[in-house]
């Protein structure tokens, strides 16, 4: 896994069930492991990109799911099919390592879009989750209640200023993997 780049990856849904509802947002940030002897790996970003992806049924979609990520058909009107978000994510997070805040969440919305569209998933197998590694760092620290993405922005005095937008998110991940590891 130490010669893998890591993708940092978070969705935007039109709901929580990925069975029923979509993504409507995917960001990626590509970085790659720089080694440091003795101090674990530092990061330096490759590139980054965002979709806007185009819901095929809005008719399916949770009214406060789409009121938290800001989804309005104007700012839609220019989004992307799926399938062509899906060809150049994959793309770009080939042999990459999956990492993401609330892994289970963003993970199985990806893999039901590559099943969906057919689009092959080239991604390496080893996956990392932030509120995982933050529950083991920060298990002993007084102020660590909550390990969500903004608890742990707040915490770790990270601004986000456009949560729930998924490059913002993503950024706010990748700042917060570095404070976790120290780099």
Not at 52 to 70: F, Y
Request: net charge negative.
């Amino acid at each position: 896994m130490k010669i893998h780049n890591l993708a940092f990856i978070d969705t935007e849904t039109t709901g929580t069930d990925p069975e029923k509802h979509e993504i409507i947002e995917l960001a990626v940030i590509v970085a790659r492991q720089v080694e440091r002897p003795g101090k674990g790996p530092s990061l330096e970003i490759i590139e980054e990109a965002e979709w806007k992806i185009k819901p095929t049924h809005i008719e399916n979609a949770d009214e406060e799911a789409l009121r938290v990520n800001g989804y309005n058909e104007v700012d839609w009107m220019f989004a992307v099919e799926r399938k062509k978000a899906l060809e150049e994510f994959a793309k770009k997070t080939q042999s990459c390592i999956f990492v993401s805040h609330n892994l289970v969440f963003d993970y199985a919305f990806v893999m039901k879009a590559f099943e969906e569209t057919g689009i092959e998933n080239k991604m390496h197998y080893g996956k990392l989750d932030t509120i995982s590694i933050a529950f083991a760092r920060l298990y002993d620290a007084p102020l660590a209640e909550r390990f969500s993405l903004r608890a742990l922005c707040e915490l770790l005095k990270i601004e986000n200023s456009k949560a729930h937008t998924a490059l913002s998110d993503t950024k706010a991940l990748v700042a917060v993997y570095r404070k976790l590891m120290g780099i």
